[in-house]
Protein backbone atom coordinates (compact mmCIF):
# COMPACT_ATOMS: atom_id res chain seq x y z
CA UNK A 1 0.00 0.00 0.00
CA UNK A 2 1.50 3.48 -0.78
CA UNK A 3 1.62 5.16 1.93
CA UNK A 4 -0.77 7.84 3.09
CA UNK A 5 -3.59 5.89 1.48
CA UNK A 6 -6.57 4.47 3.41
CA UNK A 7 -6.35 0.60 4.01
CA UNK A 8 -9.03 -1.51 2.82
CA UNK A 9 -10.97 -2.10 6.19
CA UNK A 10 -11.17 1.18 7.50
CA UNK A 11 -12.55 3.23 5.04
CA UNK A 12 -16.68 4.18 5.41
CA UNK A 13 -18.58 6.04 3.04
CA UNK A 14 -20.94 7.17 5.56
CA UNK A 15 -23.81 6.01 2.73
CA UNK A 16 -27.38 5.14 3.73
CA UNK A 17 -27.22 1.33 3.81
CA UNK A 18 -29.89 -0.76 2.42
CA UNK A 19 -31.17 -4.14 3.61
CA UNK A 20 -32.77 -5.51 0.60
CA UNK A 21 -34.08 -9.36 0.42
CA UNK A 22 -31.84 -10.30 -2.24
CA UNK A 23 -33.03 -13.90 -2.01
CA UNK A 24 -36.17 -12.90 -2.88
CA UNK A 25 -34.96 -10.50 -5.51
CA UNK A 26 -33.20 -12.73 -7.23
CA UNK A 27 -35.75 -15.90 -7.11
CA UNK A 28 -38.22 -13.69 -8.92
CA UNK A 29 -36.35 -13.73 -11.87
CA UNK A 30 -37.48 -16.47 -14.74
CA UNK A 31 -34.78 -17.87 -17.24
CA UNK A 32 -36.11 -16.78 -20.65
CA UNK A 33 -33.14 -18.23 -22.36
CA UNK A 34 -29.39 -19.61 -21.73
CA UNK A 35 -26.25 -20.15 -23.62
CA UNK A 36 -23.34 -22.38 -22.67
CA UNK A 37 -19.67 -21.05 -24.55
CA UNK A 38 -16.24 -22.22 -24.13
CA UNK A 39 -13.97 -20.30 -22.08
CA UNK A 40 -10.79 -19.57 -23.49
CA UNK A 41 -7.86 -16.89 -23.25
CA UNK A 42 -7.58 -13.81 -24.35
CA UNK A 43 -4.48 -13.97 -26.91
CA UNK A 44 -2.46 -10.96 -28.07
CA UNK A 45 -5.77 -8.83 -26.92
CA UNK A 46 -8.28 -10.22 -28.89
CA UNK A 47 -10.94 -12.86 -27.36
CA UNK A 48 -11.23 -13.65 -30.83
CA UNK A 49 -15.38 -13.63 -31.06
CA UNK A 50 -17.78 -11.67 -29.95
CA UNK A 51 -21.41 -11.88 -28.36
CA UNK A 52 -25.05 -11.66 -30.19
CA UNK A 53 -27.85 -11.55 -28.14
CA UNK A 54 -31.19 -10.89 -29.24
CA UNK A 55 -33.60 -10.22 -26.99
CA UNK A 56 -37.19 -10.58 -29.29
CA UNK A 57 -35.86 -14.22 -30.02
CA UNK A 58 -34.09 -15.12 -27.38
CA UNK A 59 -31.10 -15.82 -30.02
CA UNK A 60 -27.80 -15.98 -28.45
CA UNK A 61 -24.84 -17.13 -30.48
CA UNK A 62 -21.24 -16.18 -30.85
CA UNK A 63 -19.45 -14.82 -33.89
CA UNK A 64 -15.77 -15.18 -35.15
CA UNK A 65 -13.62 -11.84 -35.45
CA UNK A 66 -11.50 -12.42 -38.24
CA UNK A 67 -7.81 -11.16 -38.96
CA UNK A 68 -9.44 -9.13 -41.83
CA UNK A 69 -11.92 -7.65 -38.92
CA UNK A 70 -8.81 -6.98 -36.88
CA UNK A 71 -6.48 -5.07 -39.91
CA UNK A 72 -9.48 -2.83 -41.12
CA UNK A 73 -11.68 -1.99 -38.30
CA UNK A 74 -9.18 -2.06 -35.24
CA UNK A 75 -10.37 -0.76 -32.15
CA UNK A 76 -13.67 -0.37 -30.50
CA UNK A 77 -15.15 1.95 -32.61
CA UNK A 78 -14.44 0.07 -35.47
CA UNK A 79 -15.29 -2.98 -34.03
CA UNK A 80 -19.07 -0.91 -33.70
CA UNK A 81 -19.40 0.27 -36.77
CA UNK A 82 -18.60 -3.14 -38.79
CA UNK A 83 -20.94 -4.79 -36.64
CA UNK A 84 -23.73 -2.03 -36.66
CA UNK A 85 -23.27 -1.69 -40.54
CA UNK A 86 -23.65 -5.46 -40.99
CA UNK A 87 -27.04 -5.19 -38.88
CA UNK A 88 -28.99 -2.45 -39.50
CA UNK A 89 -30.65 -0.61 -42.55
CA UNK A 90 -30.65 2.91 -44.18
CA UNK A 91 -34.18 3.16 -42.46
CA UNK A 92 -33.43 2.00 -39.14
CA UNK A 93 -34.14 4.18 -36.47
CA UNK A 94 -33.04 4.50 -33.00
CA UNK A 95 -36.56 2.80 -31.82
CA UNK A 96 -36.65 0.13 -34.20
CA UNK A 97 -36.45 -3.57 -33.61
CA UNK A 98 -33.48 -4.13 -35.90
CA UNK A 99 -31.60 -1.07 -33.95
CA UNK A 100 -28.72 -2.37 -31.92
CA UNK A 101 -26.80 -1.36 -28.81
CA UNK A 102 -22.95 -2.33 -29.02
CA UNK A 103 -20.07 -2.21 -26.21
CA UNK A 104 -16.63 -2.95 -27.62
CA UNK A 105 -13.31 -2.83 -26.30
CA UNK A 106 -9.83 -2.67 -28.82
CA UNK A 107 -6.95 -4.64 -28.47
CA UNK A 108 -5.00 -3.48 -25.56
CA UNK A 109 -8.58 -2.77 -23.27
CA UNK A 110 -7.91 -4.29 -19.87
CA UNK A 111 -4.10 -3.39 -20.02
CA UNK A 112 -2.69 -2.10 -16.89
CA UNK A 113 0.64 -1.29 -18.34
CA UNK A 114 -0.75 1.73 -19.66
CA UNK A 115 -2.64 4.18 -18.19
CA UNK A 116 -6.40 4.53 -19.17
CA UNK A 117 -6.45 1.25 -20.57
CA UNK A 118 -10.33 0.41 -19.36
CA UNK A 119 -12.48 2.29 -21.71
CA UNK A 120 -15.20 0.69 -24.14
CA UNK A 121 -16.94 1.92 -26.80
CA UNK A 122 -20.69 2.19 -27.07
CA UNK A 123 -22.66 2.64 -30.32
CA UNK A 124 -25.90 3.12 -31.51
CA UNK A 125 -28.55 4.89 -33.77
CA UNK A 126 -29.50 7.63 -31.55
CA UNK A 127 -33.01 9.00 -30.38
CA UNK A 128 -31.45 12.47 -30.09
CA UNK A 129 -30.17 12.58 -34.37
CA UNK A 130 -31.88 9.16 -35.64
CA UNK A 131 -27.99 8.94 -36.68
CA UNK A 132 -24.80 6.70 -35.24
CA UNK A 133 -23.60 7.76 -32.20
CA UNK A 134 -20.49 6.62 -30.16
CA UNK A 135 -19.15 7.26 -26.90
CA UNK A 136 -16.26 6.01 -24.91
CA UNK A 137 -16.49 5.05 -21.57
CA UNK A 138 -14.62 3.71 -18.34
CA UNK A 139 -14.99 0.99 -15.53
CA UNK A 140 -14.73 -2.61 -15.41
CA UNK A 141 -17.38 -3.54 -17.81
CA UNK A 142 -15.02 -3.51 -21.18
CA UNK A 143 -11.96 -5.25 -19.28
CA UNK A 144 -14.25 -8.09 -17.90
CA UNK A 145 -16.46 -8.66 -21.01
CA UNK A 146 -13.08 -9.77 -22.78
CA UNK A 147 -11.65 -11.74 -20.00
CA UNK A 148 -15.23 -13.45 -19.83
CA UNK A 149 -14.29 -14.47 -23.20
CA UNK A 150 -15.86 -11.81 -25.79
CA UNK A 151 -14.40 -8.32 -27.82
CA UNK A 152 -18.08 -7.03 -28.29
CA UNK A 153 -21.67 -7.47 -27.14
CA UNK A 154 -24.15 -6.90 -29.79
CA UNK A 155 -27.79 -6.67 -28.78
CA UNK A 156 -30.45 -6.51 -30.73
CA UNK A 157 -34.56 -6.56 -30.69
CA UNK A 158 -36.37 -5.85 -27.51
CA UNK A 159 -37.76 -7.95 -24.72
CA UNK A 160 -41.60 -7.85 -23.23
CA UNK A 161 -40.83 -7.67 -20.03
CA UNK A 162 -37.99 -5.83 -18.09
CA UNK A 163 -34.48 -8.22 -18.25
CA UNK A 164 -31.28 -8.36 -17.33
CA UNK A 165 -28.65 -10.19 -19.48
CA UNK A 166 -26.18 -11.97 -17.37
CA UNK A 167 -22.68 -12.96 -19.30
CA UNK A 168 -20.79 -15.01 -16.36
CA UNK A 169 -17.36 -15.68 -17.08
CA UNK A 170 -16.82 -18.42 -14.69
CA UNK A 171 -18.94 -20.76 -15.43
CA UNK A 172 -18.99 -19.76 -19.25
CA UNK A 173 -22.98 -18.97 -19.38
CA UNK A 174 -24.92 -16.34 -21.19
CA UNK A 175 -28.56 -15.87 -20.03
CA UNK A 176 -31.59 -13.44 -20.56
CA UNK A 177 -33.00 -13.60 -17.16
CA UNK A 178 -36.74 -11.68 -16.61
CA UNK A 179 -36.04 -9.19 -13.68
CA UNK A 180 -39.09 -7.72 -12.08
CA UNK A 181 -38.15 -6.54 -8.18
CA UNK A 182 -35.11 -4.97 -8.93
CA UNK A 183 -34.57 -0.91 -9.21
CA UNK A 184 -34.09 0.98 -11.93
CA UNK A 185 -32.15 3.73 -10.93
CA UNK A 186 -28.82 2.91 -10.87
CA UNK A 187 -27.30 3.81 -7.38
CA UNK A 188 -29.43 0.92 -5.87
CA UNK A 189 -30.08 -1.14 -9.08
CA UNK A 190 -25.86 -1.72 -9.45
CA UNK A 191 -25.84 -2.66 -5.64
CA UNK A 192 -28.47 -5.02 -6.15
CA UNK A 193 -27.32 -7.08 -8.91
CA UNK A 194 -23.73 -6.61 -7.87
CA UNK A 195 -24.43 -8.60 -4.83
CA UNK A 196 -26.57 -10.63 -6.17
CA UNK A 197 -24.34 -12.22 -8.87
CA UNK A 198 -21.28 -11.76 -6.80
CA UNK A 199 -20.06 -15.57 -5.68
CA UNK A 200 -19.14 -15.23 -2.67
CA UNK A 201 -20.50 -12.27 -0.30
CA UNK A 202 -16.90 -11.11 -0.26
CA UNK A 203 -15.55 -7.12 -1.45
CA UNK A 204 -12.99 -9.20 -3.42
CA UNK A 205 -15.81 -10.98 -5.00
CA UNK A 206 -18.06 -7.98 -5.69
CA UNK A 207 -15.29 -6.09 -7.06
CA UNK A 208 -14.83 -9.09 -9.86
CA UNK A 209 -19.03 -8.17 -10.80
CA UNK A 210 -19.78 -5.02 -13.62
CA UNK A 211 -23.06 -3.80 -14.15
CA UNK A 212 -24.40 -1.26 -17.09
CA UNK A 213 -27.35 0.80 -16.39
CA UNK A 214 -29.45 3.38 -17.23
CA UNK A 215 -32.52 4.75 -15.17
CA UNK A 216 -36.35 6.36 -14.78
CA UNK A 217 -35.62 9.08 -16.61
CA UNK A 218 -33.43 7.50 -19.51
CA UNK A 219 -36.57 5.68 -20.41
CA UNK A 220 -38.78 9.16 -20.49
CA UNK A 221 -36.32 10.71 -22.20
CA UNK A 222 -33.53 11.29 -25.25
CA UNK A 223 -31.11 12.40 -22.48
CA UNK A 224 -30.59 8.20 -21.52
CA UNK A 225 -26.98 7.67 -20.78
CA UNK A 226 -25.47 3.91 -20.14
CA UNK A 227 -24.09 3.83 -15.92
CA UNK A 228 -20.91 1.56 -16.06
CA UNK A 229 -19.88 0.14 -12.80
CA UNK A 230 -16.82 -0.39 -11.29
CA UNK A 231 -17.17 -1.70 -7.73
CA UNK A 232 -14.55 0.20 -5.56
CA UNK A 233 -12.91 -2.13 -3.04
CA UNK A 234 -12.06 0.93 -0.54
CA UNK A 235 -15.45 2.30 -0.67
CA UNK A 236 -17.20 -1.07 -0.76
CA UNK A 237 -19.97 1.02 -3.20
CA UNK A 238 -20.28 0.13 -6.75
CA UNK A 239 -19.33 3.51 -8.32
CA UNK A 240 -19.77 4.79 -12.04
CA UNK A 241 -18.85 5.94 -15.22
CA UNK A 242 -21.12 7.32 -17.90
CA UNK A 243 -21.39 6.57 -21.29
CA UNK A 244 -23.45 10.54 -21.84
CA UNK A 245 -23.59 11.05 -24.78
CA UNK A 246 -26.78 10.64 -27.36
CA UNK A 247 -29.11 8.39 -25.55
CA UNK A 248 -27.65 5.12 -25.80
CA UNK A 249 -29.75 4.80 -21.86
CA UNK A 250 -32.97 5.55 -23.83
CA UNK A 251 -32.44 2.64 -26.38
CA UNK A 252 -31.47 0.52 -23.27
CA UNK A 253 -34.80 1.07 -21.66
CA UNK A 254 -36.52 1.01 -24.81
CA UNK A 255 -35.15 -2.72 -25.51
CA UNK A 256 -36.28 -3.14 -21.65
CA UNK A 257 -32.90 -3.76 -20.62
CA UNK A 258 -32.57 -3.11 -17.08
CA UNK A 259 -29.24 -3.80 -16.52
CA UNK A 260 -26.04 -6.07 -18.01
CA UNK A 261 -24.05 -8.02 -16.04
CA UNK A 262 -20.56 -9.91 -16.53
CA UNK A 263 -18.68 -11.27 -14.08
CA UNK A 264 -15.31 -12.64 -14.42
CA UNK A 265 -13.50 -16.01 -12.63
CA UNK A 266 -10.26 -13.82 -12.59
CA UNK A 267 -8.33 -11.41 -13.44
CA UNK A 268 -5.13 -9.46 -13.23
CA UNK A 269 -2.21 -7.54 -14.84
CA UNK A 270 -1.26 -9.77 -17.89
CA UNK A 271 -5.18 -11.11 -18.79
CA UNK A 272 -5.16 -9.56 -21.96
CA UNK A 273 -1.44 -11.08 -23.41
CA UNK A 274 -0.73 -7.91 -25.58
CA UNK A 275 0.58 -8.53 -28.74
CA UNK A 276 3.85 -6.83 -27.88
CA UNK A 277 4.26 -6.56 -23.84
CA UNK A 278 7.61 -4.81 -23.85
CA UNK A 279 6.84 -2.14 -25.88
CA UNK A 280 3.72 -1.60 -24.27
CA UNK A 281 5.35 -2.02 -21.15
CA UNK A 282 8.12 0.70 -22.28
CA UNK A 283 5.47 3.43 -23.15
CA UNK A 284 3.25 2.61 -20.57
CA UNK A 285 6.44 3.56 -18.11
CA UNK A 286 6.77 7.04 -20.10
CA UNK A 287 2.91 7.93 -19.79
CA UNK A 288 3.42 6.77 -15.98
CA UNK A 289 6.36 9.09 -15.55
CA UNK A 290 5.05 12.22 -17.34
CA UNK A 291 1.49 11.91 -15.78
CA UNK A 292 4.01 11.71 -12.17
CA UNK A 293 6.30 14.64 -12.76
CA UNK A 294 3.87 17.04 -14.88
CA UNK A 295 0.09 16.44 -13.98
CA UNK A 296 0.76 18.63 -11.06
CA UNK A 297 1.80 21.58 -13.11
CA UNK A 298 0.01 21.25 -15.94
CA UNK A 299 -3.68 20.29 -14.63
CA UNK A 300 -3.65 18.65 -11.54
CA UNK A 301 -6.56 16.35 -12.39
CA UNK A 302 -4.82 13.90 -10.38
CA UNK A 303 -6.00 15.86 -7.47
CA UNK A 304 -9.24 17.57 -8.60
CA UNK A 305 -10.28 15.48 -11.51
CA UNK A 306 -11.19 17.22 -15.04
CA UNK A 307 -13.13 19.77 -12.81
CA UNK A 308 -9.42 22.03 -13.21
CA UNK A 309 -10.42 23.36 -16.52
CA UNK A 310 -13.24 25.33 -14.83
CA UNK A 311 -10.48 28.14 -13.54
CA UNK A 312 -8.94 28.13 -16.50
CA UNK A 313 -12.15 28.50 -19.50
CA UNK A 314 -13.46 31.21 -17.11
CA UNK A 315 -9.88 32.62 -17.43
CA UNK A 316 -10.14 32.80 -21.25
CA UNK A 317 -13.63 33.56 -21.56
CA UNK A 318 -14.82 29.95 -22.84
CA UNK A 319 -17.08 28.90 -19.46
CA UNK A 320 -20.86 28.56 -20.69
CA UNK A 321 -22.35 30.90 -18.90
CA UNK A 322 -26.92 31.83 -19.18
CA UNK A 323 -26.68 29.54 -22.15
CA UNK A 324 -23.72 30.34 -23.45
CA UNK A 325 -24.11 34.11 -23.69
CA UNK A 326 -20.87 34.80 -21.76
CA UNK A 327 -17.77 32.98 -21.47
CA UNK A 328 -17.24 34.02 -17.97
CA UNK A 329 -18.43 35.04 -14.50
CA UNK A 330 -18.04 36.84 -11.55
CA UNK A 331 -19.38 33.95 -9.40
CA UNK A 332 -17.59 31.43 -11.30
CA UNK A 333 -14.78 31.27 -8.23
CA UNK A 334 -17.23 29.39 -6.70
CA UNK A 335 -17.23 26.27 -8.76
CA UNK A 336 -13.40 26.74 -9.13
CA UNK A 337 -11.90 23.44 -8.57
CA UNK A 338 -10.52 23.96 -4.97
CA UNK A 339 -14.11 24.28 -4.11
CA UNK A 340 -15.06 20.88 -5.09
CA UNK A 341 -11.30 19.32 -3.98
CA UNK A 342 -12.79 20.43 -0.02
CA UNK A 343 -15.85 17.88 -0.59
CA UNK A 344 -13.88 15.57 -1.91
CA UNK A 345 -12.69 12.11 -0.02
CA UNK A 346 -9.03 12.52 -0.51
CA UNK A 347 -6.48 9.80 -0.13
CA UNK A 348 -8.24 7.12 -1.47
CA UNK A 349 -7.07 5.96 -5.40
CA UNK A 350 -9.53 7.30 -7.69
CA UNK A 351 -9.20 5.35 -11.12
CA UNK A 352 -11.87 3.87 -12.87
CA UNK A 353 -9.73 0.71 -14.31
CA UNK A 354 -6.64 -0.83 -12.51
CA UNK A 355 -3.47 0.92 -13.58
CA UNK A 356 -4.58 4.38 -14.02
CA UNK A 357 -1.65 7.09 -12.44
CA UNK A 358 -4.45 9.82 -13.39
CA UNK A 359 -7.10 8.51 -11.60
CA UNK A 360 -9.29 11.34 -11.85
CA UNK A 361 -12.25 9.51 -11.30
CA UNK A 362 -13.13 11.74 -7.68
CA UNK A 363 -15.84 11.06 -5.77
CA UNK A 364 -18.00 12.94 -2.81
CA UNK A 365 -18.73 10.46 -0.16
CA UNK A 366 -21.69 10.50 1.97
CA UNK A 367 -23.02 13.49 0.12
CA UNK A 368 -26.70 14.41 1.84
CA UNK A 369 -29.59 14.72 -0.79
CA UNK A 370 -31.55 17.23 -0.98
CA UNK A 371 -34.68 16.69 -3.35
CA UNK A 372 -36.89 14.03 -4.95
CA UNK A 373 -37.21 10.28 -4.02
CA UNK A 374 -33.99 10.05 -2.44
CA UNK A 375 -34.28 12.98 0.26
CA UNK A 376 -32.25 12.55 3.33
CA UNK A 377 -29.94 9.86 1.96
CA UNK A 378 -26.42 9.89 2.07
CA UNK A 379 -25.17 8.64 -1.13
CA UNK A 380 -21.76 8.77 -3.17
CA UNK A 381 -21.51 11.09 -6.14
CA UNK A 382 -19.14 10.25 -8.67
CA UNK A 383 -17.47 13.44 -10.20
CA UNK A 384 -18.66 16.39 -11.09
CA UNK A 385 -16.93 16.17 -13.86
CA UNK A 386 -15.58 20.00 -16.05
CA UNK A 387 -18.72 19.22 -18.56
CA UNK A 388 -21.58 18.45 -15.33
CA UNK A 389 -19.79 21.44 -13.43
CA UNK A 390 -19.80 23.41 -17.52
CA UNK A 391 -23.82 22.06 -17.42
CA UNK A 392 -24.25 23.97 -14.36
CA UNK A 393 -22.92 27.29 -14.96
CA UNK A 394 -24.73 27.23 -18.19
CA UNK A 395 -27.83 27.26 -16.18
CA UNK A 396 -26.03 29.68 -13.74
CA UNK A 397 -25.92 27.36 -11.08
CA UNK A 398 -22.92 28.81 -8.69
CA UNK A 399 -23.49 26.39 -5.78
CA UNK A 400 -21.37 23.17 -5.79
CA UNK A 401 -23.57 21.30 -3.62
CA UNK A 402 -27.02 21.83 -6.02
CA UNK A 403 -23.76 20.37 -8.99
CA UNK A 404 -23.49 17.59 -6.72
CA UNK A 405 -27.16 17.57 -6.66
CA UNK A 406 -27.98 17.71 -10.23
CA UNK A 407 -25.17 14.98 -10.82
CA UNK A 408 -26.39 12.43 -8.22
CA UNK A 409 -30.14 12.55 -9.80
CA UNK A 410 -28.36 12.69 -13.52
CA UNK A 411 -26.69 9.76 -13.10
CA UNK A 412 -29.12 7.66 -10.63
CA UNK A 413 -32.13 8.44 -13.00
CA UNK A 414 -29.59 7.61 -16.38
CA UNK A 415 -29.31 11.13 -18.12
CA UNK A 416 -26.50 12.61 -19.66
CA UNK A 417 -25.56 15.63 -17.84
CA UNK A 418 -24.18 17.31 -20.85
CA UNK A 419 -27.58 17.06 -23.18
CA UNK A 420 -29.70 18.45 -19.95
CA UNK A 421 -27.30 21.31 -19.27
CA UNK A 422 -27.58 22.67 -22.66
CA UNK A 423 -31.16 21.75 -23.03
CA UNK A 424 -32.21 23.49 -19.80
CA UNK A 425 -30.18 26.41 -20.18
CA UNK A 426 -31.99 26.94 -23.59
CA UNK A 427 -35.20 26.44 -21.93
CA UNK A 428 -34.29 29.12 -19.36
CA UNK A 429 -33.18 31.66 -21.83
CA UNK A 430 -36.34 31.25 -23.61
CA UNK A 431 -38.23 31.56 -19.59
CA UNK A 432 -36.17 34.75 -19.51
CA UNK A 433 -37.37 36.07 -22.99
CA UNK A 434 -41.23 35.52 -22.21
CA UNK A 435 -41.41 32.84 -24.59
CA UNK A 436 -42.02 30.41 -22.06
CA UNK A 437 -43.34 30.95 -18.75
CA UNK A 438 -44.72 29.72 -15.39
CA UNK A 439 -48.11 28.33 -17.34
CA UNK A 440 -45.93 27.37 -20.56
CA UNK A 441 -43.71 25.03 -18.28
CA UNK A 442 -46.46 23.34 -16.38
CA UNK A 443 -45.92 25.30 -13.23
CA UNK A 444 -42.06 25.63 -13.31
CA UNK A 445 -40.16 28.61 -12.89
CA UNK A 446 -37.43 27.89 -15.58
CA UNK A 447 -35.18 31.31 -14.60
CA UNK A 448 -31.75 31.31 -15.10
CA UNK A 449 -29.90 30.18 -11.70
CA UNK A 450 -33.11 28.03 -10.24
CA UNK A 451 -31.67 25.19 -9.81
CA UNK A 452 -34.51 23.48 -7.30
CA UNK A 453 -36.54 24.19 -11.05
CA UNK A 454 -34.14 22.32 -13.08
CA UNK A 455 -34.22 19.40 -10.54
CA UNK A 456 -38.09 19.39 -10.16
CA UNK A 457 -37.74 19.01 -13.70
CA UNK A 458 -35.74 16.32 -13.67
CA UNK A 459 -37.64 14.22 -11.54
CA UNK A 460 -40.47 14.67 -13.20
CA UNK A 461 -39.26 12.98 -16.49
CA UNK A 462 -38.14 10.49 -14.38
CA UNK A 463 -41.88 9.92 -13.26
CA UNK A 464 -43.24 10.48 -16.61
CA UNK A 465 -44.96 13.04 -15.89
CA UNK A 466 -47.83 13.91 -18.46
CA UNK A 467 -47.27 17.57 -18.62
CA UNK A 468 -46.94 18.56 -22.50
CA UNK A 469 -44.02 20.95 -21.66
CA UNK A 470 -42.48 18.17 -19.88
CA UNK A 471 -42.83 15.48 -21.74
CA UNK A 472 -41.46 17.60 -25.01
CA UNK A 473 -38.34 19.30 -22.74
CA UNK A 474 -37.51 16.05 -21.97
CA UNK A 475 -36.33 15.11 -25.64
CA UNK A 476 -34.02 17.88 -25.83
CA UNK A 477 -33.53 21.42 -27.56
CA UNK A 478 -34.05 20.09 -30.82
CA UNK A 479 -37.70 19.13 -30.21
CA UNK A 480 -38.69 21.88 -28.10
CA UNK A 481 -37.43 24.17 -31.09
CA UNK A 482 -39.54 23.00 -33.32
CA UNK A 483 -42.69 22.71 -30.12
CA UNK A 484 -41.89 26.64 -29.36
CA UNK A 485 -41.79 27.49 -33.87
CA UNK A 486 -45.26 25.13 -34.08
CA UNK A 487 -47.15 27.02 -31.36
CA UNK A 488 -46.25 30.59 -32.90
CA UNK A 489 -44.19 31.42 -29.80
CA UNK A 490 -41.18 33.52 -30.31
CA UNK A 491 -39.37 34.66 -33.39
CA UNK A 492 -38.54 31.27 -35.11
CA UNK A 493 -34.97 32.73 -36.14
CA UNK A 494 -34.09 33.75 -32.35
CA UNK A 495 -35.81 30.41 -31.10
CA UNK A 496 -33.44 28.56 -33.77
CA UNK A 497 -30.43 30.82 -32.88
CA UNK A 498 -30.61 29.96 -29.42
CA UNK A 499 -30.89 26.66 -28.80
CA UNK A 500 -27.50 25.36 -28.78
CA UNK A 501 -28.16 22.04 -30.93
CA UNK A 502 -26.61 20.58 -33.97
CA UNK A 503 -28.11 17.70 -35.50
CA UNK A 504 -30.73 17.50 -32.71
CA UNK A 505 -27.38 16.63 -29.97
CA UNK A 506 -26.71 19.17 -27.71
CA UNK A 507 -23.75 20.96 -27.61
CA UNK A 508 -21.21 20.30 -24.90
CA UNK A 509 -19.91 22.91 -22.14
CA UNK A 510 -17.59 25.29 -24.64
CA UNK A 511 -18.04 28.86 -25.67
CA UNK A 512 -17.11 28.37 -29.28
CA UNK A 513 -17.83 32.08 -30.28
CA UNK A 514 -13.87 33.50 -30.61
CA UNK A 515 -12.75 29.53 -31.51
CA UNK A 516 -13.20 29.18 -35.04
CA UNK A 517 -11.15 25.89 -34.65
CA UNK A 518 -13.90 24.73 -32.40
CA UNK A 519 -16.66 25.58 -33.79
CA UNK A 520 -15.75 24.05 -37.33
CA UNK A 521 -14.76 20.69 -34.82
CA UNK A 522 -18.37 20.97 -33.90
CA UNK A 523 -19.68 21.24 -37.23
CA UNK A 524 -17.65 18.31 -38.58
CA UNK A 525 -18.47 16.06 -35.90
CA UNK A 526 -20.09 12.59 -37.14
CA UNK A 527 -22.50 12.31 -33.89
CA UNK A 528 -22.87 15.80 -33.50
CA UNK A 529 -21.44 18.74 -31.41
CA UNK A 530 -19.52 16.69 -28.96
CA UNK A 531 -15.55 17.82 -27.72
CA UNK A 532 -14.24 13.96 -27.92
CA UNK A 533 -14.20 14.18 -31.70
CA UNK A 534 -12.98 17.64 -31.86
CA UNK A 535 -11.03 19.18 -29.01
CA UNK A 536 -9.15 22.31 -30.14
CA UNK A 537 -10.41 25.28 -28.29
CA UNK A 538 -7.74 24.80 -25.65
CA UNK A 539 -4.91 24.79 -28.53
CA UNK A 540 -6.68 27.58 -29.89
CA UNK A 541 -7.64 29.79 -27.13
CA UNK A 542 -5.27 28.68 -24.61
CA UNK A 543 -2.05 27.63 -26.05
CA UNK A 544 -2.85 30.08 -29.04
CA UNK A 545 -0.58 27.36 -30.94
CA UNK A 546 -2.96 28.21 -34.13
CA UNK A 547 -3.29 32.25 -34.54
CA UNK A 548 -4.08 31.84 -38.62
CA UNK A 549 -6.89 30.78 -40.66
CA UNK A 550 -4.80 28.45 -42.16
CA UNK A 551 -3.38 26.60 -39.18
CA UNK A 552 -7.02 26.58 -37.63
CA UNK A 553 -7.94 24.49 -40.89
CA UNK A 554 -4.97 22.27 -40.89
CA UNK A 555 -5.72 21.27 -37.69
CA UNK A 556 -9.41 20.77 -38.33
CA UNK A 557 -8.58 18.20 -40.58
CA UNK A 558 -5.89 16.66 -38.63
CA UNK A 559 -7.41 16.81 -35.72
CA UNK A 560 -7.95 13.51 -34.84
CA UNK A 561 -4.38 13.30 -35.08
CA UNK A 562 -3.06 16.32 -33.61
CA UNK A 563 -5.64 15.28 -30.62
CA UNK A 564 -4.63 11.93 -30.11
CA UNK A 565 -1.17 12.00 -31.15
CA UNK A 566 0.64 9.09 -30.49
CA UNK A 567 -0.48 6.98 -28.23
CA UNK A 568 -4.03 7.24 -29.03
CA UNK A 569 -3.33 6.25 -33.17
CA UNK A 570 -1.59 3.62 -32.06
CA UNK A 571 -3.74 2.27 -29.08
CA UNK A 572 -7.59 2.66 -29.86
CA UNK A 573 -9.76 2.97 -27.00
CA UNK A 574 -7.56 4.61 -24.65
CA UNK A 575 -8.66 7.09 -21.84
CA UNK A 576 -9.02 10.47 -23.47
CA UNK A 577 -7.80 12.31 -20.01
CA UNK A 578 -4.63 10.71 -20.44
CA UNK A 579 -3.44 12.46 -23.31
CA UNK A 580 -4.65 15.82 -21.95
CA UNK A 581 -1.11 16.02 -20.30
CA UNK A 582 0.66 14.99 -23.91
CA UNK A 583 -1.56 17.97 -25.45
CA UNK A 584 -0.73 20.62 -22.85
S1 LIG B 1 -7.73 9.14 -16.56
FE1 LIG B 1 -9.65 9.20 -15.39
S2 LIG B 1 -11.27 8.52 -16.82
FE2 LIG B 1 -9.27 7.92 -17.71
S3 LIG B 1 -8.98 5.80 -16.97
FE3 LIG B 1 -7.93 7.16 -15.50
S4 LIG B 1 -9.47 7.51 -13.90
FE4 LIG B 1 -10.58 6.69 -15.68
Known amino acids: ?126 PSTNIICDCNVGGFFGPYLKFAGFDALELQGKAKEDIVVVIDGEKGTVSIETAPLEEINTHLLSEQLTQIYATENTYKSRQKVSVVSSGLAAQHSYWGCLNFSFYDIRRKVPRIKQAGRGGLGTVLRDKKIKALVVKVERF ?112 TVDGPEYETIGACSNMSIWDPLWILEFNFYCDTYGIDTISAGTAIAFYMEMYEYGILNKERCNGLELCFGNADAALELLHRIAQDDTGEFIKVAA ?102 TTSYIRMQ
Not at 113 to 122: D, E
Not at 496 to 524: C, I, N, R, W
Request: charged share 25%; proline share 4%.
Open 268 to 379: DGVSNHPADPVSLAKVGTKLHREIRNLDRYQCNMRAVGTGHLVEIMDAYDLLPTENYRFGSFPKASKIYSPKFYELFTKIIPDGCWHGCTMACAKTVDGYTVMTGPYKGEKV
Open 475 to 576: KGARRVKDWLIQNGWGEKQLVEDTGMESKGLEFSEYVTKESLAMQGGYGLTLKGPQHDEAWLIFMDMVNNAIPTFQMKAEALLNQRTMQRRQSLRRFPNMCK
Open 1 to 126: MVEGQIAIEEYRTGNTEHHWDLKKIKSAHKLLATYSYKKGEVNKGYANRTLYVNLSTGVIQEKPVTDEMKKKFTGGRGFGLKLLWDSIKPTTRWNSEENELLITTGPLCGTTQYAGSGKSLCLSVS
